[in-house]
């Protein structure tokens, strides 16, 4: 049995070494592909539930290695936080951005998300500031998402850079509610613009009496201050409808669309201008 424990032990310790051999292989070919710009903004409609039409998108990273194929970005944005990458990933991805939702209506906005790291960091107002400026992208259609893991390890710097950024007409959005350390202080001391309700309500809220309560919940106590509420992750006609009758104005979800790239944004939105 001893011998079994250790070998188990061997065979546990391997695959850790395999492991971390992979990330630093992949942290690898992320440096070089961060530096070279090859990670690509992808674009996910954001709806009006009621009429089921985009309102804005929301930016979500790509990144296709040549040797591992197409990398999550749930793999490779906690990478890039944890070796000094997302500055820059996030200046070249967000400037992409800014440029891409220039062709869109004037009354699309665009949601880009912040790490939490950044939200840390004082630097993060200048880079998000002169990536505006540089591209010449209105301010009042741009929205920060970040998360209250964001917003937690240092409030008073969070702060900060949220009020920095709301100066300049940028909208703050409220990610992953209900997931993290929600704290109901933090509604009152942010004023964020818009809170989205985490998917893992949103997916059983036909089925789950307490998630509808909590979804319930959070639409009353968003109607009271003035917080607009989207819903994510909704994947059918049935949530969709539900959610317009608790009450939830937005959505987004692969019912409404999946992330498209920027070319295929712009023909979808041609298309519809065109109806
Ligand atoms: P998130 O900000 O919560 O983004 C929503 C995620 O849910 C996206 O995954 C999106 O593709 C996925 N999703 C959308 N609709 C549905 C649906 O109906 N069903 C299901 N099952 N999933 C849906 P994605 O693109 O893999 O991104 C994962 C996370 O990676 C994001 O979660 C965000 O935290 C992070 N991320 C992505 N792009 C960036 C970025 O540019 N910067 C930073 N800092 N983080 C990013
Ligand atoms: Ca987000
Ligand atoms: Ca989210
Ligand atoms: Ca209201």
């Known amino acids: 049995?001893?011998?079994?424990?250790?070998?188990?032990?061997?065979?546990?310790?391997?695959q850790m070494e395999e492991a971390m051999r992979r990330r630093t292989q992949i942290e690898q070919a992320l440096r070089r592909a961060v530096s070279a710009g090859e990670i690509e903004p992808f674009f996910q409609p954001i709806v009006d539930l009621r009429t089921g039409e985009p309102i804005?998108?929301?930016?979500?990273?790509?990144?296709?290695?040549?040797?591992?194929?197409?990398?999550?970005?749930?793999?490779?944005?906690?990478?890039?936080?944890?070796?000094?990458?997302?500055?820059?990933?996030?200046?070249?991805?967000?400037?992409?951005?800014?440029?891409?939702a220039r062709d869109w209506p004037r009354r699309m906005f665009l949601s880009f998300n912040l790490s939490p790291t950044?939200?840390?960091?004082?630097?993060?107002?200048?880079?998000?500031?002169?990536?505006?400026?540089?591209?010449?992208?209105?301010?009042?259609?741009?929205?920060i998402e970040i998360t209250e893991t964001g917003v937690m390890s240092d409030p008073a710097c969070a702060k900060q850079i949220v009020s920095q950024f709301r100066d300049v007409g940028i909208h703050i959005s409220l990610?992953?509610?209900?997931?993290?350390?929600?704290?109901?202080?933090?509604?009152r001391d942010f004023h964020f613009d818009k809170l989205k309700i985490d998917r893992s309500f949103?997916?059983?809220?036909?089925?789950?009496?307490?998630s509808e309560h909590i979804?319930?919940?959070?639409?009353?106590?968003?109607?009271?201050?003035?917080?607009?509420?989207i819903a994510e992750g909704i994947e059918s006609r049935e949530q969709a409808e539900k959610l317009v009758e608790l009450g939830c104005q937005g959505?987004?979800?692969?019912?409404?669309?999946?992330?498209?790239?920027?070319?295929s944004t712009v023909a979808l939105l041609q298309r519809l201008s065109r109806r």
Do not use: M, N
Request: glycine letters at 8%; aromatic letters at 6%; hydrophobic letters at 40%.
């Open 1 to 14: 049995a001893k011998r079994q424990g250790c070998g188990s032990l061997l065979i546990h310790t391997c």
């Open 56 to 100: 804005g998108f929301e930016c979500l990273a790509r990144w296709t290695d040549p040797d591992f194929g197409s990398v999550p970005p749930s793999v490779f944005i906690p990478i890039a936080e944890e070796r000094g990458l997302i500055e820059l990933l996030t200046q070249l991805l967000l400037e992409k951005a800014c440029i891409a």
């Open 118 to 143: 950044q939200l840390v960091d004082p630097e993060t107002t200048r880079l998000v500031l002169s990536i505006i400026v540089a591209t010449r992208f209105d301010p009042r259609r741009l929205e």
């Open 175 to 187: 990610d992953d509610f209900g997931t993290g350390q929600s704290s109901l202080g933090r509604l």
């Open 202 to 210: 949103v997916s059983v809220v036909l089925e789950d009496r307490p």
């Open 215 to 229: 979804v319930k919940a959070i639409l009353a106590l968003c109607d009271g201050l003035d917080i607009d509420v």
């Open 251 to 263: 959505g987004q979800g692969y019912y409404f669309g999946t992330p498209a790239d920027a070319a």
